[in-house]
């Protein structure tokens, strides 16, 4: 049996896990319009999940801090979870560290890779989707460095550079995932944020049919890099030339794949 101070360590180290989560969630996660809360509420938090904002195996935050965050009834947050769960996107798990799980995604099988990002392309305007992509990751990157970082801002787009570094290939996804999210979110605008959330999504599920390559891993780092210098230095023009120069390898990527 667990002791009373094991308990009380094992409480906070939760409570700090969801406010890193939290935290991660920022882009995303916004009150929801009257009229449309259940399918506002489960376009965000698909959104989420689709993003990697919370890892598999993770648990989403606590049903009344999510309920909050969206400005919905608990009622209408799990009829939300619930059609997750039966998309077998997320599992809920009892007891005292129980909640809302997000699950490990099928992976796609090498041989029905191609067919499935033909079905995925299917499903969207792929040049709309790469073309708006390039506008909202320009126009992010060129307000940081025009208007500048405070320090705190500056150290979490370090940090989020950093943690993109000799990642692991099974998380460098997610964490690049989250270095543009958090560069659209110090840009300032709510609405640049929460539009680069959806499209990202979009683009996401795409790059998930196609393997990751160490060269253009290896690329794409030195080209994060030099955005995160020009971004700090508040050279604008630069962090936006190297962002679009990002956005157009990403694009000629999946074209490449889709010819």
């Known amino acids: 049996m667990d002791s ?19 935290d991660r969630l920022a882009p995303v996660l916004r009150p929801v319009r009257a009229g449309n809360g ?16 919370v890892p ?7 049903e ?12 209408t947050l799990r009829e939300v979870l619930k059609v997750l769960q039966e998309q077998g996107l997320v599992e809920s798990r009892r007891g005292r560290y129980g909640g809302t799980f997000v699950r490990q995604r099928p992976e796609v099988a090498a041989g029905g890779a191609e067919d499935e990002l033909r079905r995925r392309v299917g ?36 940090a989020a550079l950093a943690a993109t570094q000799d990642a ?15 560069l659209a979110e110090l840009s300032g605008s709510p609405s640049v944020a929460a539009r680069y959330a959806a499209v990202r999504a979009n683009v996401n599920d795409l790059l998930d049919c196609i393997p990751l390559l ?8 030195q080209q ?13 023009d630069g962090a936006r030339e190297v962002t679009r120069e990002h956005c157009a390898g990403t694009a000629a990527l999946l074209r490449g794949f889709l010819a």
């Open 56 to 62: 598999r195996g993770e648990r989403l935050p606590a």
């Open 64 to 75: 009344r801090d999510l309920a909050e965050r969206l400005g919905v009834s608990r009622m």
């Open 214 to 221: 160490v060269r253009n891993l290896e690329h794409s780092q």
């Open 123 to 158: 499903q969207l305007d792929v040049e709309d989707t790469l073309r708006f992509r390039e506008v909202l990751e320009v126009g992010a990157a060129g307000l940081c460095a025009v208007h500048g970082l405070s320090e705190e801002q500056a150290d979490r787009l370090r």
């Open 4 to 22: 009373p101070m094991e308990d009380t360590a094992a409480d906070d180290a939760e409570a700090t896990r969801d406010a890193a989560a939290a």
């Open 38 to 53: 259940f399918e506002e509420a489960l376009e965000q938090i698909l959104q989420v999940v689709r993003l990697g904002l």
């Open 168 to 182: 692991p290939l099974a998380d460098y996804r997610r964490l690049d995932t989250m270095l543009h999210l958090t």
């Open 224 to 236: 994060h890099a030099a955005l995160v210098e020009a971004v700090l230095e508040g050279d604008a």
